[in-house]
């Protein structure tokens, strides 16, 4: 799932007698004032991207997760929607830089809507996530929103030192400063940093992250081993896990939230699905993966 369902949701179902709660933008870009957000991952965050974020061996798992991130990964998924292709999200490990006299793993996203949307609703956006290579919490988050006539810029730096962010837009110049946990993730990379963990089913972890310009409790509980099978690639043997996100504009307040990731090395995250009131399931499958170490899946 990804912010193309959440944007696109806007579009298709505005007047449909959800039990979902609209959430208003909080004005800082420009076009659209209020979106009536039935909303998903407001980015990466992101599941996927975003909190899909998520991966768990267990005691039976041969492989163990990695340790470090893979510069060059790349993970590409269909956002489906009453069987339709409304969107695809594009994860990358790019590149290894220097933020706040550290290095840190860039990782960027971008949300496309599909062709057979733009017309209604074009979203063409793009998160970035510097993750500490040593210590794997955020130190820089970027968003820049293009979604119809709304506009957003913003940054978020995060001090893990002296535990506080510090807010700007570019849009329109302003600026908020704030006391954050120690080890914050923000909304993309936690799903990177929970893809190291080894967390045994039965088990729940909780994440700091700071989304919103506001600090909460990431809650993942590990469910159970399951074989999950997608078109183009051979059977994974998977984790289903159940995240439950209070960031306002990250996830429908209503609505059942499952993802699966691969018990390999890889921890791959496999699939999302969302169901919600009326319409079903909206879901975001893996559709190509490139890993640095090998040629690819198709």
């Known amino acids: 799932m990804s912010t193309a369902a959440s944007t696109l949701f806007d579009k298709f179902v505005p007047s449909l007698p959800l039990t ?7 004005g800082r870009g420009e076009g659209e004032g209020v979106k009536t957000g039935y909303e998903f991952i407001k980015q990466p965050a992101s599941f996927l991207f975003f909190c899909l974020l998520l991966a768990a ?14 510069v060059g990964e790349k993970l590409v998924y269909s956002v489906r929607l009453l069987g339709i292709e409304v ?3 594009e994860a990358e490990v790019k590149e290894i830089v220097r933020v ?15 062709r057979i949307i733009d017309w209604i609703y074009k979203v063409r956006d793009t998160h970035h996530s510097y993750i500490d290579v040593e210590r794997l919490h955020s130190l820089r988050y970027e968003k820049i929103l293009r979604e119809g006539r709304y506009r957003a810029d913003e940054v978020m ?15 329109n110049g302003s600026r908020k400063e704030m006391r954050i946990p120690p080890d914050v993730q923000d909304q993309l990379s936690c799903g990177f940093w929970f893809r190291l963990q080894e967390i045994q089913p039965g ?25 999950v099978q997608l078109k183009g ?6 984790v289903e896990v159940e995240p439950e996100i209070q960031f306002q504009g990250i996830f429908v307040k209503r609505g059942k939230i499952r993802g699966w990731l691969s018990l390999d090395s890889r921890r791959i995250p ?23 170490n090998e040629l690819g899946l198709n």
């Open 157 to 171: 730096e995060y001090d893990q030192v002296n535990h506080t962010a510090a807010y700007y837009s570019r849009k």
């Open 87 to 89: 969107g695809r999200g």
């Open 100 to 114: 706040r006299d550290r290095d840190a793993y860039h990782v960027e996203i971008q949300v496309r809507s599909a």
């Open 20 to 26: 979902l709660n609209p959430l208003p933008h909080r």
């Open 203 to 227: 088990t729940e972890i909780s994440i700091p992250v700071n989304a919103d310009e506001k600090n909460w409790s990431l809650r993942v509980k590990v469910l159970r081993e399951t074989k």
């Open 270 to 292: 496999l699939k999302m699905t969302v169901k919600v009131p009326v319409l079903g399931s909206v879901t975001a499958r893996l559709v190509n993966y490139r890993h640095p």
């Open 57 to 70: 061996p267990n005691a039976s798992a041969e492989e163990t997760p990695p340790q470090k991130l893979f």
């Open 233 to 238: 690639f051979p059977e994974f043997e998977a």
